[in-house]
């Protein structure tokens, strides 16, 4: 099981890849400053600006099956996503995020 990224300085290019079983997470946000991402969905919070809400769409699942179980890629945090199991991301400075299976 892993999920890490890796930073390639000569490239400019940020490497992510996660396990096909889809043990570890690994949550993504761009933003304006550059894409964020991490294995911890707590270090996700501080990205998150104060009026930032919760996506609808996941809500609704969630409180049916009375569980936090979501189809990826989503989270119940909007604009955070998680990087499908099983894939990889590469990611450069203005551009988003090219996932592979």
């Known amino acids: 099981m892993f999920a890490f990224a890796l930073w390639d300085t000569i490239d400019r290019e940020l490497f992510c890849a996660r396990d096909p079983f889809g043990i570890k997470p690994l949550f993504m946000r761009p933003g304006p400053v550059g894409q964020r991402s ?7 919070w501080i990205w ?3 009026s930032a809400s919760t996506s609808g769409s996941t ?8 569980a936090a ?7 119940l945090h909007r ?5 499908e199991s099983g894939s ?10 090219e996932v592979t299976r």
């Open 69 to 75: 179980v979501r189809a990826e890629p989503e989270t």
């Open 48 to 50: 998150l600006p104060a």
């Open 38 to 44: 991490a294995a911890r969905r707590s270090a996700c």
């Open 59 to 66: 809500i609704a699942p969630c409180s049916t099956t009375r």
């Open 88 to 97: 990889y991301a590469r990611v450069r400075p203005g551009e988003p995020p």
């Open 79 to 83: 604009g955070i996503r998680r990087l």
